[in-house]
């Protein structure tokens, strides 16, 4: 019987798409969970719940230091949402909806 340490789960990575899906309804959840924001600003990573990421995106995750939600919100937009000029001339178009709400 192969012991707990000796079994490796790998979890599935997400795609882009649903790891800017995760950090979207993070943000909305922190802004209604103040117990959850703190934990979201403290470890960014807390996004994926059970869901994992290529080790780019979770590095990327990690390299989140925000003071408070917009803040997080921006960087995580910089870093994840990757928008093109031509797309559309609207900003609050390209700004994931959680963001949007705090303006």
Not at 25 to 40: F, K, P, T, W
Not at 69 to 86: C, G, H, S
């Amino acid at each position: 019987m192969p012991m707990l340490a000796e079994r490796t789960i790998s979890p599935a990575h997400i795609g882009e798409r649903n790891l800017r899906r995760q950090i979207d309804r993070s943000v909305s959840r922190a802004l209604v969970d103040g117990e959850y924001a703190r934990l979201l600003l403290t470890d960014p990573t807390v996004a994926l719940e059970d869901h994992g990421c290529a080790p780019q995106q979770y590095r990327s995750l990690r390299s989140i230091r925000a003071t408070d939600l917009v803040d997080f919100a921006r960087q995580a937009q910089a870093l994840f949402w990757i928008v093109e000029p031509q797309t559309t001339t609207h900003q609050e178009d390209q700004l994931p909806l959680a963001v949007a709400a705090t303006r």
